[in-house]
């Protein structure tokens, strides 16, 4: 007789479980848990194929989301440079490849909020958003950056990662040429990141108290306290010399 759904969904758990568990070096895996993961996803991509490119659902605009970019030109949006934005728009999405600045930024300050956005890459990419830049002329050194890269990594400069600060607990990100979906939460000194679901980093930048050095004691890149970083500022996507794509960038502010 055919297999029936529930057969065929019990089935698919355990050859996951057992994947799972071996990248888990031998972990026990339970059978729900990969059900309940596998439907979360099925029930995102299915919200996903429900809705519009950068369009807010009703439920959104209920809830106070603000759409940042509207799929067809770059209106809100210049380089961090002050100028316009060279590169075209494809497919509805912002590239900022080639765009003729370090990034693009939006013109609205913010400061606690939820940022969440839709990104896919070509191999080999590396690219990053950028919250909470003070000073556009200086993106590194006054805003925070995650990090958008090709690869499968959990380092502190992969896919997820708070770059240079905190590496991401597991890599979430898709193959190049898929759409991952990212989450930026920003309230105080918190910041935490989601990716395709997954709660993947997280800082509290009031524990940072000390310039050019982790917590832990190890160094990292900055040269001021990541506690005295701007805790308002412009969302920006990086441009690092090589494709990469943003559509669906919405903003809900806390």
Known sequence: PPVSMEETLEIYACMEAADESKRRGGAEVTLASVIEKARKEASQKLAILDTADNELTPEE???????????????????????????????????????????IMHEKPFGDFILKCDVK???????????????PRDPVQTGIEVQVEDGDGTGMHDFGALYDLVATSKNASRKPGEWNTVTISCKGPIISVTVNGEPVSQIN???????????DGSKHKFARAIKDFPRKGRIGFQDHGAKVWYKNVKVKEL
């Open 61 to 103: 605009k209920a809830d106070g989301w603000q759409l940042l970019f509207n799929g067809r030109d770059y209106a809100g949006w210049k380089c961090n440079n002050g100028k316009e934005i060279a590169s075209e728009i494809e497919d509805g999405s912002l590239m900022p490849y080639k765009s003729g600045g370090y990034l």
């Open 121 to 135: 890459y070509v191999p080999g990419c590396n690219s990053g958003i950028f919250v909470r830049v003070g000073d």
């Open 205 to 215: 930048c009031d524990e940072w108290t000390e310039p050019g050095m982790r917590p």
